[in-house]
């Protein structure tokens, strides 16, 4: 089974400008997408309703055009849900949580903490809950989606002049030490522990992707009961469209 995922920055953007289709030739089982930037009825219908697959989206409550997810599915889920129960976090439209027979997969967007202390504070607080929403998940457990956040240096760049940025400052990172000792694993660095260059994010004002300047804040996370069934990760840094490429994974 074949899982990716992808912060398309806008996926009315990508359907426009012909990334659409490319993404679709990878034929993954499921597919989440992050930062979608529309309602449903505001894709295309080929978009909306992709051929061979289910969609469910959350969108964002707090103004149109912002946030939001998807997930596409050739496999029926038993159950779908939106959110956290909490309204300061769900508002956004930043988590799918999708049941399936053998393991649950969460499709999340995790907020940006640039913008002041306010909205840091926000992404640190949407953090410790959705780390005990997970907690409460007793089935094999995969989250995926744009972190925002670079765990260690070799998943940047430029990790001694991003220091004191959002995005790599010591408490983001702390939050993901945190998973970790619950007991996640960060999927792609399990099977990758010393791959320098890896990449899936790049400032695009600067050209960055150009020169490989970018950051890992894109992960599939497993935890224990699930990981026993991850048998590849990989990152398709040659997909364009957004700021971000796809991240993936193949289960048993």
Not at 44 to 69: I, L, Q
Request: charged share 30%; aromatic share 16%.
């Amino acid at each position: 089974m074949k899982i990716l995922s992808w912060n398309v920055n806008g996926l009315r953007a990508v359907h426009r400008n012909g990334y659409w289709d490319t993404f679709l030739k990878e034929d993954p089982d499921i597919f989440c997408f992050q930062e979608t930037k529309a309602e449903p009825d505001q894709l295309p219908d080929e978009v909306r309703e992709a051929e061979g697959y289910m969609s469910f989206f959350a969108s964002s409550e707090v103004r149109k055009g912002y946030s939001g997810t998807a997930i596409y599915t050739k496999i029926e889920p038993e159950k779908v849900k939106y959110g956290m129960d909490i309204k300061e976090f769900d508002q956004e439209g930043r988590l799918i949580t999708t049941y399936f027979k053998d393991f649950v997969l969460l499709c999340v967007y995790f907020p940006n903490g640039g913008g002041g202390p306010e909205r840091l504070k926000y992404k640190l607080d949407f953090y410790d809950a959705f780390l005990e929403y997970i907690n409460g998940i007793k089935k094999p457990l995969i989250f995926c989606g744009d972190v925002n956040t670079a765990h260690e240096e070799i998943d940047l760049a430029r990790p001694k002049e991003n220091e004191k940025n959002t995005g790599f400052l010591p408490e983001e990172r702390e939050w993901i030490d945190e998973v970790v000792r619950h007991g996640y694993v960060d999927t792609f660095r399990h099977f990758n522990p010393k791959k320098e260059g890896a990449y899936s994010y790049w400032d695009m004002k600067t050209r960055a992707r150009d020169r490989n300047v970018g950051w890992r804040i894109d992960y599939f996370f497993a935890n224990q009961a699930a990981m026993s069934r991850v048998q590849k990760t990989f990152i398709l840094s040659d997909i364009y469209g957004s700021d971000h490429c796809p991240v993936g994974i193949e289960l048993k």
